[in-house]
């Protein structure tokens, strides 16, 4: 994840809000190439797949607490997600995100 910012903290910030408010061209400028995602399906790499499950999960992450050292950032998030069947919000799970931030 990068888009030359040196705060890997703030790169984290920006990346909750363009996923909380679907904004695929800030995201798609956060993330690099070989970003990866792993998630109740499993594993996955690539840009792309990152911007369909913004799309498709519809997910809002609110931070919470956040530990950082160097590049490596962990956030305490609470996730909700849109469920497909329904349209509206589920239950709100705690989750932990791992993010490796760098600058390219």
């Not at 970003?35 to 499993?42: A, H, K, Q, W």
């Not at 913004?54 to 956030?75: K, M, N, T, Y």
């Amino acid at each position: 994840m990068s888009d030359g910012v040196s705060d890997p903290i703030g790169v984290v910030v920006a990346w909750h809000e363009a996923v909380n408010t679907g904004d695929a061209v800030r995201l798609a400028e956060l993330v690099t190439d070989d970003v990866e995602l792993v998630g109740p399906r499993g594993p996955g790499a690539g840009r792309a797949l990152v911007l369909a499950w913004v799309e498709r999960a519809g997910i809002q992450l609110q931070p919470a607490r956040c530990f950082a050292r160097d590049g490596d950032v962990v956030v305490e998030q609470q996730a909700t997600w849109i469920a497909p069947d329904s349209g509206q919000a589920g239950e709100p799970h705690i989750i932990a995100t791992t993010f490796v931030v760098r600058n390219e």
